[in-house]
């Protein structure tokens, strides 16, 4: 009983915090409002582009059908629609369809302060060339990381190296046949080899979180590889979604066994991207939703995450990987009370390319340590990204984004409009 005391006490007081922040009872230490920081990088025509584009985003029905029609010119090779994918959506949130091609973007983003994680587009590949090919795609990733001192991450999905049906069988605790037995040692020796390059480079690994019914199978998979990795330095993290009714105490299991493993824990925390597919495969199946009820209740387990990580970040190298204002305050402020360095490496930010860039470059504008999320890879790879982040961006109202309202008020500022 006291513990519950406790833990509604700590949320009641995190919320005091960045609310008398946000209403200007307490100096920030980061003025997110800041639009001239926000969008420095950005050229005149640059603004008008991305307000046209998040202009369309922001209506629903388009973005609705412009999502089924995407996928299927995309999956009949049709060239004149990767062209136009290419040169409007790709263009805003993804750094290129090769390394070489990222570079302009790095170098952008480093001039203001920011770092870059790399994130190879392919998902939920089902073949073994396939797999062998992101495998080879992230370890060519990693070694063109560790040439720049501006890439410290880089960013892989275990579905682009693993099949799903293993991943699953695994979770459902069921026997290993021959053939099985050798897909799960290859796909060991896959994720062992990234992590083997990534530790000798001198360059993190992120492993993106996903599907509840085969995330167990990824923790299983991560933790090896942090067991392994983690000794001296944090090299592999996993991703904690939490908006999982779980995620917050799986998150403090997972701080206890690296304690008692003697290794360091990596933690990226994100709130989560599968909402509605894991509120209808419950109903569906007839289980629990494994998703808090309302978006307060995990804002509260994302914020308690948060502190849980700072509190402990000698032991926990962590990544505030959110596009909420509220959450960005909390650990800058969390970070400034404490009086730890804004630049420790296990204290983090990052959000996607092409977004919230209010939150982005005035944490690097107060020295902060922030990164994009630069996505790259062939057009029609990166496509489902794409369309999450299309939908991502839409109001069901049809109210203007956030997205859209602030580079308004740049376009404003600078007289554009």
């Known amino acids: 009983m006291e513990e519950m005391t406790n833990t509604v006490n700590d949320i009641e007081n995190l919320r005091k915090m960045v609310q008398a922040v946000l209403e200007g009872r307490e100096q920030a230490v980061v003025d ?20 046209w584009l998040f202009g369309l ?8 059908i412009g999502s089924r029609l995407g996928l299927a010119a995309v999956r009949l090779h049709l060239p ?89 069988a695994l979770q459902q605790g069921e026997s290993f046949n021959k053939e099985s037995r050798r897909e799960y040692k290859s796909v060991l020796k896959r994720l062992d080899a990234i992590c083997h390059v990534a530790a000798r480079r001198g360059v993190a690994v992120f492993f993106d979180a996903e599907e509840s019914w085969i995330q167990d199978s990824i923790d299983h998979l991560v933790a090896i590889m942090m067991r392994r990795y983690n000794r ?24 206890n066994q690296s304690r008692k493993g003697g290794y360091l824990l990596g933690a990226k925390l994100v709130r989560g991207a599968y909402l509605e597919k894991e509120r209808e495969r419950a109903e569906k199946m007839g289980y629990p939703s494994p998703i808090h009820p309302n978006k307060a209740a995990t804002d509260d387990a ?17 990544c505030n990987a959110s596009h ?32 919230s860039d209010n939150i982005t470059f005035n944490l690097a504008r107060e020295g902060f340590n922030v990164a994009k999320y630069v996505p790259y890879g062939p057009v029609r790879e990166v496509v489902p990204y794409l369309i999450r982040r299309a939908q991502e961006n839409t109001s069901v109202t049809g109210d203007m984004s956030r997205e859209f309202q602030m580079v308004q008020t740049e376009m404003k500022r600078r007289g554009l409009t």
């Not at 001239?36 to 582009?49: D, H, N, P, T, W």
């Not at 985003?57 to 973005?63: A, F, G, Q, T, Y």
């Not at 402020?333 to 959000?351: D, M, S, V, W």
């Open 32 to 51: 997110f409002s800041n639009m001239e920081a926000a969008f420095a990088m950005k050229s005149g025509e640059e603004l008008k582009r991305a307000a």
């Open 57 to 64: 985003m922001n209506k629903h029905w388009l973005v609705g």
């Open 80 to 168: 004149f629609i990767e062209k136009i994918v290419k040169n409007t959506i790709f263009e805003q949130f993804c750094g290129g369809t090769t390394l070489l091609e990222c570079q302009p973007t790095i170098d952008r983003l480093a001039s203001q302060g920011c770092f870059t994680i790399l994130d190879y587009g392919a998902e939920a590949k089902e073949k073994e060339e396939d797999f062998n090919q992101t495998m080879n795609e992230t370890i060519r990733a990693i070694e063109f990381a560790s040439r720049s001192p501006h890439i410290p991450v880089v960013s892989t999905k275990i579905t682009g190296m693993a099949r799903f049906g293993l991943l699953e």
């Open 232 to 255: 001296e330095k944090a090299v592999v993290y996993n991703t904690f979604q939490l908006y999982r009714k779980d995620r917050l105490q799986f998150l403090i299991d997972s701080y």
């Open 302 to 318: 994302y914020n308690m995450a948060l502190r849980f990580c700072v509190d402990n970040y000698g032991q926990i190298a962590s």
């Open 324 to 355: 909420n204002v509220e959450s960005s305050i909390l650990q800058a402020e969390l970070i400034h009370r404490k009086g730890l360095p804004r630049n420790h490496p296990h204290l983090n930010f990052c959000q996607l390319y092409g977004m």
